[in-house]
């Protein structure tokens, strides 16, 4: 079974920062990506960032230039610095792993709002 714990999550005002964890545990064979999507209610949930085991790095439009994906393999985590954070940001955000085993697994979310 495989546990991916996130934390971080919180309140914060628009234009203030914060980083979220997520670390990865259990049984795991061969990670190839961790990333964060993040869910609104009554919107589909949507990719945030992304990164390879090998480092390769990706980010949706909307996050690309103030949130930052990086990852720790020794530790099995990955990190997400969020700068600049709008309201828009307000969601709530899901930890990612594929891997070959297991193909796919979601953390339990955790809730961040961005008030204005």
């Known amino acids: 079974q495989v546990q991916l714990v996130e934390s971080g999550g919180g309140l914060v005002q628009a234009g203030g920062s914060l980083r979220l964890s997520c670390a990865a545990s259990?049984?795991?064979?061969?990670?190839?990506?961790m990333g964060w999507y993040r869910q609104v209610p009554g919107k589909q949930r949507e990719f945030v960032a992304g990164i390879t085991w090998s480092g390769t790095t990706n980010y949706a439009d909307s996050v690309r230039g103030r949130f930052t994906i990086s990852r720790d393999n020794a530790k099995n985590t990955v990190y997400l610095q969020m700068n600049s954070l709008k309201p828009e940001d307000t969601a709530v955000y899901y930890c990612?792993?594929?891997?070959?085993?297991?193909?796919?697994?979601w953390g339990q979310g955790t809730l961040i709002t961005v008030s204005s």
């Open positions: 990612n792993l594929k891997a070959t085993i297991p193909k796919n697994a």
């Open positions: 259990g049984s795991i064979f061969s990670i190839n990506v």
